[in-house]
């Protein structure tokens, strides 16, 4: 599972995705708000947790390793 926080325009995000054996393709994303309220390590950090939800939420995932890329 690879997963971002980031800030572009202002704006605060993060995003996490998994690709299956199969190609079959889980994504999970969330809007923080504006950089006037949020970090982009906060970005980091929910990025990481919609990574645990992918996997704790799809049972066809039965070993993952979460990629994290945080330069913040």
């Known amino acids: 599972v690879y997963s971002d926080g ?3 325009k202002g704006s605060i995000g ?3 995705v998994a690709q299956g054996a199969d190609n079959q393709l889980w994504v999970h994303h969330c809007y923080l708000g504006t950089d006037k309220s949020h ?3 906060e970005g980091e950090l929910v990025g990481a947790i919609l990574a645990l939800d992918i996997i704790a939420s799809e049972p ?3 070993m993952a390793q979460i990629l994290l890329d945080n330069q913040a």
């Open 60 to 62: 066809q995932i039965t």
């Open 6 to 8: 980031s800030g572009y």
């Open 39 to 41: 970090t982009v390590i």
């Open 14 to 16: 993060a995003a996490a």
